[in-house]
């Protein structure tokens, strides 16, 4: 095999060369340069320490990307995505970067893979990413969950639900609203405390001239949100409810008005 070099860095510049490795080594998934760029230098922990592209004759064939981040009073080393050219896997490139990596991660509390908080590229490994399972396993990395995303015909939902869902949630002092500037503080403070791993996505949110998300109010009070639009065009989420508040219809009604 050719000598390959790794450095730890990823310039904006070389952008397009990722796409184009990511896409066309990602059967199942595509991700558009606005939307990788996001994922990779929009990410609050973002750091080039933790980037690992790897070349031959100037040519980038492999990529990880990770970050360092305290999570839940842990230390995490989140390796957020990793692949390799088809045409040079089985060649041991997959375990140099790990290889670096996890000495980079040797004193985090845990080195997880996929389901970085806020900016993930996917929120797992895809089971039908066989050799990628494969892989991970030889490695000694142990699935501890399940993370799942569906996706859906939207010219197919009734949306003329919504009207008669938000008339019976008016007459129990519930509104739907979308996000306005006065809203910004009570809602972020509001995620803080019931799904502080959101924060990030629904501060993200306001970034549009028209914040991307709907807030479900109780007597005026912050109870439930729902994001759409925020991590890419067409993605729905995150999704939350007060405890105290379900099974009421608003996770429906703020489901509906989302993809609407």
């Given amino acids: 095999m050719q000598n390959i070099y790794f450095k730890f860095s990823l310039s904006k510049t070389e952008l397009q060369s990722l796409e184009k490795l990511i896409n066309?080594?990602?059967?199942?998934?595509?991700?558009?340069?606005?939307?990788?760029?996001?994922?990779?230098f929009d990410d609050p922990n973002f750091s080039d320490e933790y980037i690992i592209c790897g070349?031959?004759?100037?040519?980038?064939?492999?990529?990880?990307?990770?970050?360092?981040?305290?999570?839940?009073?842990?230390?995490?080393?989140?390796?957020?995505?990793?692949?390799?050219?088809?045409?040079?896997?089985?060649?041991?490139?997959?375990?140099?970067?790990?290889?670096?990596?996890?000495?980079?991660f040797k004193f985090c509390d845990e080195i997880r893979i996929m389901d970085s908080v806020p900016c993930y590229f996917q929120p797992g490994v895809d089971v039908r990413y066989t050799e990628a399972i494969v892989f991970l396993e030889s490695l000694g990395y142990k699935k501890i969950g399940e993370n799942i995303h569906l996706?859906?015909?939207?010219?197919?939902?009734d949306f003329s639900l919504i009207e008669s869902l938000e008339r019976q949630l008016n007459k129990q002092n519930y509104t739907i609203v979308q996000g306005t500037t006065e809203l910004y503080q009570p809602l972020v403070a509001w995620i803080r405390q019931v799904f502080?791993?959101?924060?990030?996505?629904?501060?993200?949110?306001?970034?549009?001239?028209?914040?991307?998300?709907?807030?479900?109010?109780?007597?005026?009070?912050?109870?439930?949100?729902?994001?759409?639009?925020?991590?890419?065009e067409g993605w729905f989420g995150p999704i939350g409810v007060?405890?105290?508040?379900?099974?009421?219809?608003?996770?429906?009604?703020?489901?509906?008005?989302s993809l609407k």
């Fill in 24 to 40: 066309n080594n990602l059967e199942f998934d595509k991700f558009s340069l606005p939307h990788i760029e996001y994922l990779i």
């Fill in 55 to 104: 070349y031959i004759n100037n040519e980038l064939i492999s990529f990880l990307c990770s970050v360092r981040a305290n999570y839940k009073g842990k230390q995490i080393g989140w390796i957020k995505i990793f692949l390799v050219d088809k045409k040079f896997r089985r060649k041991g490139i997959g375990r140099q970067m790990f290889s670096l990596i996890e000495e980079k």
């Fill in 151 to 157: 996706e859906t015909d939207i010219t197919k939902i």
């Fill in 196 to 232: 502080p791993a959101w924060e990030y996505e629904v501060s993200f949110s306001y970034k549009a001239k028209q914040p991307q998300v709907f807030v479900a109010l109780h007597n005026n009070t912050v109870v439930g949100f729902s994001c759409f639009n925020t991590t890419a």
């Fill in 242 to 257: 007060d405890v105290q508040h379900r099974k009421v219809g608003l996770g429906k009604i703020l489901l509906l008005k």
